[in-house]
């Protein structure tokens, strides 16, 4: 609406933006394990705030690059994704993860929350700080983290303990697909999200 475009249009690039999300997590995700986690997502999530950014101050000056920048960032964002949720296992022992994770998500909810709210005041007044305030957010949070976390990238002994466990959630060596057939659970509800997401 604010950009001038249709509803087809919008579903267009709206369908472009979710498909890059998965080739930018595909791109990280094999190298989470080999180098600096922390250094992944600060590289990504950078560059997907200063899309952003660059994104609000095209609302009003040249709208039919924000689509561009949008993408660019959602690719970023999913680039950002395997390494940041490498981070929160790292960070988490077998003991605490199923709280740890509940908490995060319970966080993330109470940020869906009000987000729309605010979202719906810059809509109307000020669209342009729609991308530049969430690359704003985007770059504190950065800089906290760059300040309190550090990378705890599990060692090679403990990798072993986690193939030698019993655990639900224990390590497997191998391919992807291999860990995912030997969880059906973690399929079927890959496939019901999938779903309910379509």
């Given at each position: 609406?604010?950009l001038?475009?249709?509803?087809?249009?919008?579903?267009?690039?709206?369908l472009?933006?979710?498909?890059?999300?998965?080739?930018g997590?595909?791109?990280t995700?094999?190298i989470?394990?080999?180098?600096?986690?922390?250094?992944i997502?600060?590289?990504?999530?950078?560059?997907?705030?200063?899309?952003?950014?660059?994104?609000?101050?095209?609302?009003?000056?040249?709208?039919?690059?924000?689509?561009?920048?949008v993408?660019?960032?959602?690719?970023?964002?999913?680039?950002?994704?395997p390494?940041r949720?490498?981070?929160?296992?790292?960070?988490?022992t077998?003991?605490n993860?199923?709280?740890?994770?509940s908490?995060?998500?319970?966080c993330m909810?109470i940020?869906?929350?009000?987000?729309?709210?605010?979202?719906?005041?810059?809509?109307n007044?000020y669209p342009s700080?729609?991308?530049?305030?969430q690359?704003?957010?985007?770059?504190?949070?950065?800089?906290?983290?760059?300040?309190i976390v550090h990378?705890?990238?599990p060692?090679?002994?403990?990798?072993?303990?986690?193939?030698n466990s019993?655990?639900?959630?224990?390590?497997?060596?191998?391919s992807?697909?291999?860990?995912?057939?030997?969880r059906?659970?973690?399929?079927?509800?890959?496939?019901?999200a999938?779903?309910?997401g379509?």
């Amino acid at each position: 609406q604010k950009l001038g475009y249709s509803a087809t249009k919008t579903g267009y690039y709206m369908l472009i933006i979710a498909a890059v999300y998965v080739p930018g997590s595909l791109f990280t995700s094999h190298i989470a394990d080999k180098i600096s986690r922390k250094k992944i997502v600060v590289i990504t999530q950078f560059c997907f705030s200063v899309s952003l950014i660059i994104a609000g101050f095209f609302v009003k000056t040249n709208p039919a690059l924000v689509p561009l920048f949008v993408i660019i960032a959602l690719f970023f964002d999913g680039a950002t994704d395997p390494a940041r949720q490498a981070l929160y296992t790292d960070y988490t022992t077998p003991d605490n993860r199923q709280e740890a994770f509940s908490f995060f998500y319970l966080c993330m909810n109470i940020g869906f929350a009000f987000g729309p709210a605010i979202a719906g005041f810059l809509f109307n007044s000020y669209p342009s700080w729609l991308f530049i305030g969430q690359g704003i957010a985007g770059v504190v949070v950065l800089v906290i983290m760059i300040g309190i976390v550090h990378d705890k990238s599990p060692t090679k002994e403990m990798l072993q303990e986690s193939l030698n466990s019993q655990a639900d959630d224990k390590a497997v060596s191998g391919s992807v697909f291999k860990a995912l057939s030997s969880r059906p659970l973690l399929c079927m509800y890959i496939l019901l999200a999938s779903f309910f997401g379509f």
